[in-house]
């Protein structure tokens, strides 16, 4: 006789209710601590030491990466990934509330490794700690590093703003592919008021790619994004610059379209080189790709979490984009979305968020969730028929996103 879904809640909100103390612990420490991508000392430490505690065997520094970790329990069957991110942005710590995925994703590993012991049912699940996923491409790093070989699906969440509907979350999201370039546009120096005649201004380079990039706009796809920084310039006004550096973030619906899309940026850097006569050097990381949505997966974990009454949709189209896109071709995943109560008004990537990342409320729907993510994990490792369907459903909609 099968082991319930109530029998199998159970399970993971007693050992939830056991660490919960020492999580929300965890969860102030990096929220306390925000560190920039491959730069998650604290972070990493933190973490580890506490699933250390718990008596887990813990690999630190895996997969050649410094800040990454991984922990797998369990026993035969087939391996299910849950990704933790822990990295924050320059100048606003935790405003993408990462500090909540991490909590989220311990959530789940420690109360899936529960119910496993529990029931005795064959199957391992791996915590994976994957660094700098903001501009880095750690999870793209750890595909190429061998990581998720072995995985049959993937899982992990990330925390909202408050939802139009009041919704608690959306079962996954539809992010959108993205390109990470950085163009370094080199001049002469000279005299900006005796001799201008002598310099090459890369100050203007960077104005004429800023410029080609804007009237490129009114060409583009409507779910298409371009936006940029200038990581370095002039610092004084009497000197032709001879030096600028500009990071572009170029996001479009699929891999296919976003080549599409990055070229013609590239033609924008091309053409404004030569027209100030500067040299251009560039150099473009590993691209994020769109997020594959298998539904049984969707379906699942809507069932586990409305079973705990909470309100939550199928799949959230967003214009943001994420290195799990690039698991979730590699695996059947989910890339769930959880509400800020907190957040009120505001987003990821702003500083009320960042605020609301640190409140109790965001630590209990960072958990909640867990519990589903958990829930969803165990169904996927004990039942035959929903991972075949789900590699079903994920192999139909990686060839229905190619006619996008």
């Known amino acids: 006789m099968g082991v319930s ?49 718990l008596g887990y065997k813990v690999t630190r520094h895996a997969y050649g990466l410094e800040t990454c970790f991984e922990v797998i329990y369990g026993t035969g069957g087939r391996l299910i990934n849950i990704n933790a991110e822990y990295d924050a942005l320059p100048g606003g710590g935790h405003m993408c509330g990462h500090n909540l995925i991490s909590t989220c994703s311990i959530a789940a590993f420690v109360s899936l490794a529960a119910v496993l012991e529990k029931t005795k049912a064959p199957g391992r699940v ?20 061998g990581a998720y070989e072995n995985v049959c699906a993937s899982v992990m969440a990330h925390p909202f703003g408050i939802d139009k509907a009041g919704r608690y979350g959306y079962a996954n999201s539809r992010v959108v592919a993205a390109q990470h370039i950085t163009f370094e546009y080199q001049g002469r120096p000279a005299h900006a008021g005796a001799f201008p005649w002598d310099g090459i201004n890369a100050l203007d380079a960077f104005v ?6 804007s009237l490129l706009r009114q060409q583009i796809k409507p779910d298409e994004r371009m936006h940029c920084c200038l990581l370095e310039g002039p610092k004084v006004a009497n000197l032709i610059p001879e030096h600028t550096k500009i990071n572009f973030t170029v996001r479009s619906a699929t891999l296919d379209s976003l080549k599409a899309l990055v070229e013609r940026v590239d033609n924008c850097a091309q053409a404004a080189a030569l027209a100030t006569g500067c040299t251009l050097n560039e150099k473009k990381n590993i691209p994020y790709a ?31 984009s994420t290195d799990q896109g690039n698991v979730s ?15 009120g008004d505001s987003n990821p990537h702003q500083q009320p968020f960042a605020k609301a990342a640190a409140g109790d409320k965001a630590h209990l729907s960072a958990v909640n969730t867990g519990k589903g993510l958990a829930q969803t994990a165990y169904d996927l490792l004990v039942d035959d028929s929903l991972l075949e369907q789900a590699r079903s459903d994920w192999k139909k909609d990686i060839e229905e996103r190619k006619n996008i």
């Open 290 to 320: 769109d997020l594959i949505c298998p539904q049984v997966m969707n379906d699942r974990f809507m069932k586990h979490m409305r079973d705990r009454s909470f309100d939550v949709g199928d799949t959230l189209p967003m214009q943001a």
């Open 208 to 213: 004429a790619l800023y410029n080609n990039v």
């Open 329 to 343: 071709h590699v695996v059947p995943s989910l890339h769930s979305i959880f509400s800020l109560e907190e957040a």
């Open 5 to 53: 879904d109530q029998e199998i809640a159970g399970y993971i909100d007693a050992r939830l209710d056991e660490i919960n103390e020492k999580l929300r612990e965890v969860n102030r420490t990096l929220h306390s601590n925000p560190e920039l991508g491959f730069e998650e000392h604290i972070a990493h430490d933190t973490i580890c030491d506490f699933l250390d505690g």
């Open 126 to 145: 791996q915590l994976l700690g994957t660094p700098a996923e903001e501009d880095g491409g750690g999870k793209a790093l750890l595909i190429r590093a």
